[in-house]
């Protein structure tokens, strides 16, 4: 079964930090760029951050600019979202998806694959 599962998501105060883990089953990363996505109460799924096949972060949203980070580990098969100094806007659903093409982000409907999400509440 070819699925991505993400991990790592829960409460955080604000200031603080979180990794979040996107590991694929059935297929392999390294053939495709991932993005990673939110969606917070009330709004429209955005795209955040994506990395390309060659590991380049190609996109940052405004918001997570100087804060987030991505990265992936092809030999583990898993793609990464490193947040720091999260704060309450931050609170959403982190999903990552898989798009066959080496750029990305790209449009929505051009990731083939999509996590179940996980959910990251920043809170006090």
């Known amino acids: 079964q070819l699925q991505l599962v993400e991990s790592g998501g829960g409460l955080v105060q604000p200031g603080g930090s979180l990794r979040l883990s996107c590991a694929a089953s059935?297929?392999?990363?390294?053939?495709?760029?991932i993005g990673w996505f939110r969606q917070a109460p009330g709004k429209e799924r955005e795209v955040i951050l994506c990395?390309?096949?060659?590991?380049?972060?190609?996109y940052y949203a405004a918001s997570v600019k100087g804060r987030f980070t991505i990265s992936r580990d092809n030999a583990k098969n898993t793609v990464y979202l490193q947040m720091n100094s999260l704060n309450a806007d931050d609170t959403a659903d982190y999903y990552c998806?898989?798009?066959?093409?080496?750029?990305?982000?790209?449009?929505?409907?051009?990731?083939?694959?999509w996590g179940q999400g996980t959910q990251v509440t920043v809170s006090s």
């Open positions: 059935g297929f392999t990363l390294d053939s495709y760029a």
């Open positions: 998806a898989a798009r066959r093409s080496w750029a990305c982000p790209g449009p929505m409907g051009e990731y083939g694959y």
């Open positions: 990395i390309n096949m060659s590991g380049a972060t190609t």
